[in-house]
């Protein structure tokens, strides 16, 4: 493991070096992170550990999901701190409906201002049969946005499979896209999409300025998501030329749910294909 990871720094370091500086002098930098969902089972074991490998295998942020909603005050501060001594950021948060809850929304709040995030992205919205129900889905989205803007967090939307196939003749993805505040993010997860059969670039398109950040999970039919990041039917390079022409990405997200590798190695390998696919 330990030599991997050196052969890829040294990799990664070496596309850097033979990277034009007109990418940084033209282009805005766009950060990528991790989804910690990826290494979920690591960060069962030692969470300050594993950040500790993220951090060193060149990542520049991390999303916590769900989990983090158990912590304490003071454990977030614990998390915070060592975010920052690794140069860490955490622009997002991965949460359930509790944090859009009237019971869990201050909770919430208190624990991503004390991660540093800039969105609070809901990743579960039950189970909604109808357009009603999205909508009411839509409804909570904005209720929460509301409310989290007086803290200077905005909400967000993180898409799966089920928000691309029609109910009663309508996209869910199209009726909380319509029916939210533009302020409300749409967190795309490319590889949902496109195992649905829909055109990520044509969402981004349509969507401008709400694509804050994509979850970078790849797919393909012989391989579903055990495929590692390129390895996919996504179209990398277009939707990357949408998310940072049109779609207002502030931050990328590789997340991996699963490889023939470890969960560790699988999240480095991912990154060393993200800079060589990005940069070309």
Request: hydrophobic share 35%; charged share 25%.
């Amino acid at each position: 493991m330990t030599e991997f990871l050196h052969l890829s720094r040294r990799c990664l370091l070496a596309a850097f070096a033979a990277t034009p500086l007109v990418v940084f002098g033209k282009k805005k930098h766009i950060p990528v992170g991790l989804e910690l969902y990826s290494v979920r089972e690591e960060l069962k074991k030692d969470l300050p550990a594993t950040l500790e490998i993220v951090a060193k295998q060149g990542y520049e942020c991390v999303e916590f999901f769900s989990a983090y909603f158990d912590w304490t005050p003071d454990y977030a501060k614990t998390v915070r701190t060592q975010l920052d001594s690794l140069g860490l950021k955490c622009y997002s948060t991965h949460n359930g409906l509790k944090s859009y809850s009237a019971e869990g929304i201050d909770k919430a709040i208190e624990l991503n201002g004390l991660l540093g995030t800039r969105y609070i992205v809901l990743a579960s919205a039950g189970d909604p049969k109808t357009a009603d129900g999205w909508k009411k889905v839509a409804e909570t989205l904005n209720q929460g946005n509301e409310k989290f803007q007086k803290s200077n967090f905005h909400a967000g939307y993180h898409n799966h499979d089920v928000e691309w196939h029609e109910v009663d003749g309508q996209r869910p993805m199209d009726i909380l896209a319509k029916e939210t505040d533009k302020s409300v993010v749409l967190q795309l997860d490319v590889g949902t999409c496109v195992e649905a059969g829909q055109d990520p670039v044509a969402w981004i398109e349509k969507n401008p300025g709400r694509i804050k950040s994509l979850h970078l999970k790849d797919w393909s039919a012989a391989g579903g998501y055990k495929v590692l990041f390129g390895e996919g039917s996504a179209p990398w390079k277009k939707i990357f030329a949408a998310a940072e022409s049109v779609g207002g990405v502030e931050y990328y997200l590789i997340e991996q749910e699963g490889s023939q590798y470890t969960e560790i190695e699988t999240a480095d390998r991912c990154l060393v294909a993200f800079h060589n696919i990005h940069k070309s």
